[in-house]
């Protein structure tokens, strides 16, 4: 094999890569990379203007050099002059150089841009390629500010030859996608479309992938090539394999041009023109009847390209969504595909019948392949085919096999890649939400879900839960007795402690008679796990104790007692302090009226829509967002209380954020109406209206109700406060002249976003108060 | 469209990188360790395409040099395989029996091969032939205006 370049030599670069990989360690590499650069910095500095094989060799090296990864910051001079220089070599090395080491120097880039421009008028073809070629490559935005004008009348002159048409094709699409708003449409658009019927294949090839782009955005001005492409597809399909001599890839026709203009039919409708379309559908089943076919050769390229063409039929007959003929014969091909001895093949055939299974028309098809899927699912021994296999399960889940499908992903999740389990953990959930019918099941399957992968289970999951257990009396015994069982075990997850903590708190009492699950005994469960758990957790466990209190009094001094021990009231943490310290309190003077009030049961939460749909999409995948989308849009969901999930969660999203609606300030109304939706730390309170009159379990702080009647006497204190927020206010006053602060304290752990106040005056003080508001210091806790 | 395409050896050493996006240094490097550990990781018998972000990436070895293409989420990936093979077939064609010394070697004849076969990120000429002609007449400039002497290679 040559170590010595063809054409032309230059021996110096030769040797000096030669050097290079022969330097026994990055030291040695480095010191000759220097060495190098020197020699060539001086070169370039010094009086005797060099001659242009010396450029060309020079300029070479400072880009094998940056290639290497160095840094380089000169030469783009030399780079330019080469460019300029008539010998093509050198120019070729010019323009290689300032493509790959782009700079944004000013006078550099219109020195470039001359030249590009003298190059493009050259009517030479080799040099206009070189220069369309650079443009392609580079696409700033000054070049398109010079060029964008240009290039389309370039592409659609009658003169200019084909192999510069396919790369002016090609420059004026990067240019359009990085500039769009320079290349404006014009006459040269209907004379681009026809390009699609050029005798010069290559030439349609470029065309296709710009009138492809352009088509995107503007559907209208190009839609007459829908039927140009469909008779060349037919053309091209039905023809023998020697018709298109050197576009013939392995006895395959023309598999790029091919898989092109199926491709670009997917940018519109299926057409409306009967011929036009009955004309596709024919080439489709073509195809599909060539799979079918014995192969013409045994290379896998052959293959490769026949089942290219194949894969991107299939994907166009998914879009059309219009033929249930064609989408069963796809779905059966997909079918044979998921048992081929290729990977590739089984890896493309579950990621195409994803889309195939969302579409009302093969999903039956789709799902009579489940005992395939799942079997892919255990046996592969590549992870990203097993993935495929897990995305299809769930699409292709619905009521009559959704208990199966869970199990099975279950049972894989057990031993699944760990950078895949979070998105499996809430694809889980949301089936088995989804298709519940008997709510017991669903239970079960997420505290499943937190014993396999509690790591994993993000709030959001076993938030709902728990909002679905309330929501149900049915399954809420059901749910406390589970959840007792499932804290026996030696190690439970954390996860698994908060629901079960919150769970027996509301619901412990359905349990309570049996003698193995007495109060005390559930008592003692949860706090032998408390040592165990973080701070969030204890703070919702110490809840459960003073629901305990309330639901069992036999417990009272047991539990007074622990939360009397230093460890609670003393301890560092204020919120768990303040639980601790407020509890005891509350259990020692309220009656037991009062406290069965204050812990009265928690209501049914309103009715919201999933996050944890909201939480996949934002997760990326390619299962993950279009298959959701597809299938709430089309299948009926599951029952919630008989609402529905649907779509994106804005609420929930909007809790994430924990925007709050304005509390107003209006000093007379303390307690404001306008509910807010925030995600505190304490459970499942998220979709609890916070601010809202009837304040359900959770104790608040003291309401500082007599609060302002001491702003008579005093200048400063707490106006308001509550669990998210204090009202501060400070005053001062001089003469007849006073001055009043209110300061708004966010009391969570979450940033506030969009809070805003208002001051309303009553009356005649309109005209004698002037506020302002000092923009917020968003500070938190 | 395709993305980039990079060659590295079985060691991780980039021998050739193509972007067909602007992409900030830092940024191409990052992409570049992210590929290399990535691809260099799999197993011999898995399939020859991964999901990373939101990009597809196609990968095949060819003897000691793994070719590593990244495309969009809608490109069809056995075509995508094909290019790969395409762009080795004309390595092969110019260089005869190329292998990656060659590369090594030659880097900027690899370049501008690319270049007519590929252009911001689209295939430009899907026929070997047309292709191999441009390479060859370039070659035939290099020859005249080089005042050098050359080894001619006899062709047919």
Same mark, same amino acid.
């Given at each position: 094999?040559?170590?010595?370049?063809?054409?032309?030599?230059?021996?110096?670069?030769? +040797?000096?890569?030669?050097?290079?990989?022969?330097?026994?360690?990055?030291?040695?590499?480095?010191?000759?990379?220097?060495?190098?650069?020197?020699?060539?910095?001086?070169?370039?500095?010094?009086?005797?203007?060099?001659? @242009?094989?010396?450029?060309?060799?020079?300029?070479?090296?400072?880009?094998?050099?940056?290639?290497?990864?160095?840094?380089?910051?000169?030469?783009?001079?030399?780079?330019?002059?080469?460019?300029?220089?008539?010998?093509?070599?050198?120019?070729?090395? @010019?323009?290689?150089?300032?493509? +790959?080491? =782009?700079?944004?120097?000013?006078?550099?880039?219109?020195?470039?841009?001359?030249?590009?421009?003298?190059?493009?008028?050259?009517?030479?073809?080799?040099?206009?390629?070189?220069?369309?070629?650079?443009?392609?490559?580079?696409?700033?935005?000054?070049?398109?500010?010079?060029?964008?004008?240009?290039?389309?009348?370039?592409?659609?002159?009658?003169?200019?030859?084909?192999?510069?048409?396919?790369?002016?094709?090609?420059?004026?699409?990067?240019?359009?996608?990085?500039?769009?708003?320079?290349?404006?449409?014009?006459?040269?658009?209907?004379?681009?479309?026809?390009?699609?019927?050029?005798?010069?294949?290559? =030439?349609?090839?470029?065309?296709?992938?710009?009138?492809?782009?352009?088509?995107?955005?503007?559907?209208?001005?190009?839609?007459?090539?829908?039927?140009?492409? +469909?008779?060349?597809?037919?053309?091209?399909?039905?023809?023998?394999?020697?018709?298109?001599?050197?576009?013939?890839?392995?006895? +395959?026709?023309?598999?790029?041009?091919?898989?092109?203009?199926?491709?670009?039919?997917?940018?519109?409708?299926?057409?409306?023109?009967?011929?036009?379309?009955?004309?596709?559908?024919?080439?489709?089943?073509?195809?599909?009847?060539?799979?079918?076919?014995?192969?013409?050769?045994?290379?896998?390229?052959?293959?490769?390209?026949?089942?290219?063409?194949?894969?991107?039929?299939?994907?166009?007959?998914?879009?059309?969504?219009?033929?249930?003929?064609?989408?069963?014969?796809?779905?059966?091909?997909?079918?044979?595909?998921?048992?081929?001895?290729?990977?590739?093949?089984?890896? /493309?055939? /579950?990621?195409?019948?994803?889309?195939?299974?969302?579409?009302?028309?093969?999903?039956?098809?789709?799902?009579?392949?489940?005992?395939?899927?799942?079997?892919?699912?255990?046996?592969?021994?590549?992870?990203?085919?097993?993935?495929?296999?897990?995305?299809?399960?769930?699409?292709?889940?619905?009521?009559?096999?959704?208990?199966?499908?869970?199990?099975?992903?279950?049972?894989?999740?057990?031993?699944?890649?760990?950078?895949?389990?979070?998105?499996?953990?809430?694809?889980?959930?949301?089936?088995?939400?989804?298709?519940?019918?008997?709510?017991?099941?669903?239970?079960?399957?997420?505290?499943?879900?937190?014993?396999?992968?509690?790591?994993? =289970?993000?709030?959001?999951?076993?938030?709902?839960?728990?909002?679905?257990?309330?929501?149900?009396?049915?399954?809420?015994?059901?749910?406390?007795?589970?959840?007792?069982?499932?804290?026996?075990?030696?190690?439970?997850?954390?996860?698994?402690?908060?629901?079960?903590?919150?769970?027996?708190?509301?619901?412990?009492?359905?349990?309570?008679?049996?003698?193995?699950?007495?109060?005390?005994?559930?008592?003692?469960?949860?706090?032998?796990?408390?040592?165990?758990?973080?701070?969030?957790?204890?703070?919702?466990?110490?809840?459960?104790?003073?629901?305990?209190?309330?639901?069992?009094?036999?417990?009272?001094?047991?539990?007074?007692?622990?939360?009397?021990?230093?460890?609670?009231?003393?301890?560092?943490?204020?919120?768990?302090?303040?639980?601790?310290?407020?509890?005891?309190?509350?259990?020692?003077?309220?009656?037991?009226?009062?406290?069965?009030?204050?812990?009265?049961?928690?209501?049914?939460?309103?009715?919201?829509?999933?996050?944890?749909?909201?939480?996949?999409?934002?997760?990326? @995948?390619?299962?993950?967002?279009?298959?959701?989308?597809?299938?709430?849009?089309?299948?009926? @969901?599951?029952?919630?209380?008989?609402?529905?999930?649907?779509?994106?969660?804005?609420?929930?999203?909007?809790?994430?954020?924990?925007?709050?609606?304005?509390?107003?300030?209006?000093?007379?109304?303390?307690?404001?109406?306008?509910?807010?939706?925030?995600?505190?730390?304490?459970?499942?309170?998220?979709?609890?209206? =916070?601010?809202?009159?009837?304040?359900?379990?959770?104790?608040?702080?003291?309401?500082?109700?007599?609060?302002?009647?001491?702003?008579?006497?005093?200048?400063?204190?707490?106006?308001?406060?509550?669990?998210?927020?204090?009202?501060?206010?400070?005053?001062?006053?001089?003469?007849?002249?006073?001055?009043?602060?209110?300061?708004?304290?966010?009391?969570?752990?979450?940033?506030?976003?969009?809070?805003?106040?208002?001051?309303?005056?009553?009356?005649?003080?309109?005209?004698?108060?002037?506020?302002?508001?000092?923009?917020?210091?968003?500070?938190?806790? | 469209?395709?993305? #980039?395409?990079?060659?590295?050896?079985?060691?991780?050493?980039?021998?050739?990188?193509?972007?067909?996006?602007?992409?900030?240094?830092?940024?191409?490097?990052?992409?570049?360790?992210?590929?290399?550990?990535?691809?260099?990781?799999?197993?011999?018998?898995?399939?020859? #395409?991964?999901?990373?972000?939101?990009?597809?990436?196609?990968?095949?070895?060819?003897?000691?040099?793994? #070719?590593?293409?990244?495309?969009?989420?809608?490109?069809?990936?056995?075509?995508?395989?094909?290019?790969?093979?395409?762009?080795?077939?004309?390595?092969?064609?110019?260089?005869?029996?190329?292998?990656?010394?060659?590369?090594? #070697?030659?880097?900027?004849?690899?370049?501008?091969?690319?270049?007519?076969?590929?252009?911001?990120?689209?295939?430009?000429?899907?026929?070997?032939?047309?292709?191999?002609?441009?390479?060859?007449?370039?070659?035939?400039?290099?020859?005249?205006?080089?005042?050098?002497?050359?080894?001619?290679?006899?062709?047919?």
């Amino acid at each position: 094999m040559p170590a010595v370049s063809k054409g032309d030599g230059m021996r110096g670069l030769a +040797v000096f890569i030669s050097d290079i990989r022969n330097c026994k360690s990055k030291e040695a590499e480095i010191k000759r990379i220097n060495k190098e650069l020197a020699n060539i910095r001086s070169k370039f500095k010094g009086d005797k203007a060099l001659d @242009g094989y010396s450029k060309k060799k020079y300029v070479c090296k400072l880009l094998f050099i940056f290639l290497l990864g160095h840094d380089i910051d000169f030469g783009h001079m030399e780079a330019v002059n080469l460019l300029s220089s008539n010998k093509y070599t050198e120019k070729q090395i @010019g323009y290689l150089f300032i493509s +790959v080491l =782009v700079n944004s120097n000013s006078e550099l880039i219109r020195l470039i841009n001359n030249a590009i421009k003298n190059d493009l008028s050259s009517r030479n073809p080799t040099f206009m390629c070189l220069a369309l070629h650079c443009i392609a490559n580079v696409g700033s935005r000054e070049m398109a500010e010079a060029f964008a004008s240009e290039i389309p009348r370039i592409l659609v002159a009658g003169d200019t030859m084909d192999s510069v048409k396919q790369s002016a094709a090609l420059c004026l699409l990067r240019l359009y996608k990085t500039s769009p708003d320079l290349v404006l449409m014009g006459e040269w658009t209907s004379r681009v479309v026809h390009l699609l019927n050029d005798q010069h294949m290559g =030439v349609v090839t470029a065309a296709i992938s710009l009138i492809t782009c352009l088509s995107q955005k503007n559907p209208d001005e190009f839609k007459t090539c829908v039927s140009l492409a +469909v008779s060349r597809l037919s053309r091209i399909v039905s023809s023998a394999s020697t018709d298109l001599q050197d576009y013939t890839y392995y006895f +395959v026709p023309a598999p790029w041009l091919s898989c092109k203009l199926l491709r670009l039919l997917q940018c519109y409708p299926p057409p409306e023109d009967g011929a036009v379309k009955g004309r596709l559908v024919e080439c489709l089943e073509t195809i599909l009847n060539k799979a079918q076919e014995p192969p013409k050769s045994k290379k896998v390229q052959h293959s490769n390209a026949k089942n290219a063409i194949l894969f991107e039929a299939i994907s166009l007959i998914i879009h059309y969504d219009s033929e249930p003929n064609l989408l069963v014969r796809a779905c059966n091909q997909l079918g044979q595909f998921l048992q081929h001895r290729e990977t590739n093949l089984r890896y /493309l055939a /579950l990621e195409s019948m994803c889309t195939l299974a969302s579409s009302e028309f093969s999903h039956e098809a789709v799902k009579t392949h489940i005992e395939t899927v799942i079997n892919a699912l255990k046996t592969e021994r590549d992870v990203s085919v097993r993935q495929r296999a897990a995305d299809l399960l769930y699409a292709m889940c619905d009521r009559s096999n959704a208990k199966q499908i869970v199990a099975e992903m279950l049972s894989y999740l057990e031993t699944a890649d760990y950078s895949i389990r979070e998105e499996m953990v809430l694809k889980v959930a949301i089936l088995a939400e989804k298709y519940a019918v008997d709510y017991s099941w669903y239970v079960d399957t997420i505290l499943n879900l937190i014993r396999i992968a509690g790591d994993y =289970v993000s709030e959001e999951v076993w938030y709902r839960v728990i909002q679905i257990v309330i929501n149900r009396d049915d399954v809420q015994g059901y749910a406390a007795k589970t959840v007792f069982e499932a804290l026996q075990a030696p190690a439970c997850h954390e996860n698994m402690v908060k629901v079960g903590g919150y769970i027996l708190g509301e619901f412990g009492n359905l349990i309570a008679g049996d003698p193995r699950s007495s109060p005390l005994v559930q008592f003692n469960l949860l706090h032998s796990k408390f040592h165990l758990c973080s701070v969030p957790t204890r703070a919702l466990l110490l809840s459960a104790y003073i629901k305990f209190i309330n639901l069992f009094p036999e417990t009272k001094v047991t539990i007074q007692e622990v939360l009397r021990c230093d460890s609670q009231i003393r301890n560092s943490d204020v919120e768990l302090q303040q639980r601790a310290v407020e509890y005891l309190k509350l259990s020692s003077i309220a009656s037991t009226d009062v406290l069965a009030t204050v812990l009265e049961e928690m209501p049914p939460f309103p009715e919201r829509e999933s996050s944890i749909l909201a939480k996949l999409k934002k997760k990326k @995948g390619p299962g993950a967002v279009s298959v959701t989308e597809l299938e709430d849009s089309k299948r009926e @969901g599951g029952e919630l209380n008989g609402g529905a999930d649907r779509g994106p969660d804005t609420s929930a999203l909007a809790a994430s954020n924990a925007s709050t609606p304005s509390p107003s300030a209006d000093l007379l109304g303390i307690r404001s109406a306008a509910p807010i939706n925030v995600a505190p730390v304490s459970a499942g309170s998220l979709l609890v209206d =916070v601010f809202s009159e009837a304040g359900p379990a959770a104790p608040s702080a003291a309401v500082n109700d007599d609060g302002f009647l001491r702003f008579v006497c005093k200048n400063n204190g707490v106006l308001f406060e509550n669990q998210l927020l204090q009202i501060g206010i400070k005053s001062e006053y001089r003469q007849n002249l006073g001055r009043m602060y209110l300061f708004y304290g966010n009391k969570t752990s979450v940033q506030f976003a969009s809070f805003t106040t208002t001051v309303s005056y009553p009356g005649e003080l309109q005209s004698h108060i002037l506020s302002a508001l000092k923009p917020p210091n968003l500070q938190m806790r | 469209m395709m993305r #980039f395409l990079l060659l590295f050896s079985r060691q991780g050493k980039l021998r050739l990188q193509k972007w067909f996006t602007p992409i900030s240094e830092r940024e191409k490097k990052k992409i570049i360790r992210d590929m290399t550990s990535m691809v260099l990781a799999r197993q011999p018998r898995s399939c020859n #395409f991964l999901h990373w972000k939101d990009l597809k990436i196609i990968y095949k070895r060819y003897a000691s040099l793994y #070719f590593c293409l990244a495309v969009d989420n809608q490109e069809n990936e056995l075509l995508a395989l094909e290019v790969i093979h395409r762009y080795v077939e004309l390595l092969d064609k110019y260089f005869g029996n190329v292998c990656e010394l060659d590369i090594i #070697f030659n880097f900027e004849k690899a370049y501008f091969i690319l270049d007519e076969f590929l252009i911001g990120g689209e295939i430009q000429e899907t026929s070997k032939q047309v292709v191999n002609r441009c390479i060859e007449s370039s070659d035939m400039l290099q020859e005249d205006d080089s005042s050098e002497w050359y080894e001619v290679e006899l062709f047919g």
